[in-house]
């Protein structure tokens, strides 16, 4: 335990607040490595201040600022190419080599909405041409289509991408199941892949994406579902582990914990242990929520930590949709935005 830390027993919003405030103005010196991952960083941030009710922190201007950057890193009319960049990068002053990447079309995308944004300036038919390419043989996506990753990851995204947007046509949706089908391992959850070790944010990934494309209880059965079901209630020790001996980490309190709210048995956990273990992992120092108890806060952890306390109904958060990881408020704006889509 770092000196000066206690063990707090409840939510220290305030500090959380500011935490991820400070997220968005300045990066700590121990992340610079991930300079390049800054609309990721901005998605956990801003995200995590509406799960907090504390939006209102970040004036208009700051948002007005926070869109238009945002937007500056949409690669349009590229074809294949065409998506969200991650960050500011020496490509945007040269047309040849900027390249979407699709986790980052999705948290741009998320982030927009979260942001009030109304898409109108997405270039949709662009972003979906790109999505399609980044789809290979066996089903799965990669994380863009210049010799890239492929793995459960980045299918599901693809999958919130195209739910964001209301179009499908980029994903061909029967060979992204028959990845999802054969990636089932033998204890009847999901690993990144085929014949994979199953794993909680793999298998969030792979039912999350079931859910948006309204395939998940047509294609499992209710033997693979049940079986499912009771991997992801054994992740519970007090927090929730991703594998089977491995220690509770608060980012599995949404992985797993989402994971049962789509399959409907999250009132099968223990959600007092859960909770207490959530709240351990804060820093009541500088804010945030770290991965174990003794260990440094970060923005991913801040955020989905939070994601955890939000789906057990902690006083005073906003609900969240479990499916898109945007909260029910940038749920609804994106509703809206459906319906005059089809106007």
Not at 230 to 249: A, V
Not at 288 to 315: A, I, R, V
Request: with cysteine; charged share 20%; glycine share 6%.
């Amino acid at each position: 335990m770092e000196m000066g830390r206690t063990m707090p027993v409840e939510l220290d919003k305030k500090r959380h607040a500011y935490y991820l405030k400070r997220i968005l103005q300045v990066m700590p010196s121990k992340m610079a490595q991930y300079d390049s991952n800054r609309l990721m960083f901005a998605f956990f941030a801003i995200s995590g201040l509406d799960v907090l009710n504390c939006l209102d922190m970040i004036n208009e201007t700051e948002k007005t600022a926070a869109i238009e950057w945002i937007y500056g890193r949409q690669v349009s009319n590229a074809g294949a190419k065409s998506g969200f960049q991650p960050s500011t990068m020496i490509s945007d002053q040269t047309p040849d080599y900027q390249c979407g990447y699709l986790p980052m079309t999705y948290t741009g995308l998320a982030t927009l909405l979260t942001l009030g944004d109304d898409l109108s300036r997405v270039d949709k038919k662009s972003i979906i041409e790109g999505v399609k390419a980044c789809q290979n043989s066996n089903g799965c996506f990669m994380a863009m289509i210049t010799d890239s990753e492929c793995d459960m990851r980045f299918l599901y995204c693809a999958c919130c991408v195209s739910a964001i947007l209301d179009d499908w046509s980029g994903v061909d949706r029967a060979r992204a199941i028959d990845y999802i089908i054969k990636s089932i391992s033998y204890d009847g959850a999901m690993g990144q892949g085929p014949e994979l070790e199953s794993h909680g944010g793999s298998t969030f990934c792979a039912v999350a994406s079931l859910y948006l494309m309204n395939e998940l209880d047509r294609v499992l059965s209710n033997d693979q579902l049940e079986r499912l079901r009771r991997w992801c209630l054994m992740r519970q020790n007090d927090g929730f582990q991703g594998r089977p001996g491995k220690p509770s980490d608060t980012c599995y309190s949404f992985w797993i914990g989402a994971t049962l709210h789509l399959l409907n048995v999250a009132n099968l956990t223990d959600p007092e242990e859960n909770r207490e273990f959530i709240l351990s992992t804060q820093d009541n120092i500088i804010g945030g929520f770290s991965k174990f108890y003794d260990t440094h806060s970060d923005p991913l952890h801040t955020y989905l930590g939070l994601c955890g306390l939000s789906l057990l109904e902690y006083p005073e958060l906003q609900s969240i949709n479990a499916a898109l990881n945007i909260s029910s408020r940038a749920y609804a704006h994106l509703q809206e935005i459906h319906k005059n889509w089809k106007n």
